[in-house]
């Protein structure tokens, strides 16, 4: 299981930091990522992380976004600089170690707007 939380309202600029929690002990071992869909549009990766903690980007999340993991808390980060009323999404968090083993939060919204 994985509570996201973090998400809001924010001015264009702003930043916020969503988190990511999972319930499952072996949370060290899961690629995790963060997603995000706009109504209408198909998900998109934004940013994932592996278990050795390799990053990698969106195009339109570099230099912006950074994603982290805090294994001893069984939590995933994102910090999100420099907002743009585009960001504004439902961000999900997803964990994923094979096919048996893959799971997604329920969403966090966030809105960028003045």
């Known amino acids: 299981q994985l509570v996201e939380s973090g998400g809001g309202l924010v001015q264009p600029g702003g930043s916020l930091r969503l988190s990511c929690t999972g319930s499952?002990?072996?949370?060290?071992?899961?690629?995790m990522a963060w997603y995000r869909q706009v109504s209408g549009n198909e998900r998109e990766l934004v940013a994932k992380?592996?278990?050795?903690?390799?990053?990698n980007y969106a195009n339109f999340a570099m230099g912006r976004f950074t994603i982290s993991r805090d294994n001893t808390k069984n939590t995933l980060y994102l910090q999100m600089d420099s907002l743009k009323p585009e960001d504004t999404a439902v961000y999900y968090c997803n964990a994923y170690k094979d096919p048996q083993n893959e799971f997604w939060g329920q969403g966090t919204q966030v809105t960028v707007s003045s």
């Open positions: 499952d002990s072996l949370f060290k071992f899961y690629f």
């Open positions: 992380i592996t278990p050795g903690r390799d990053t």
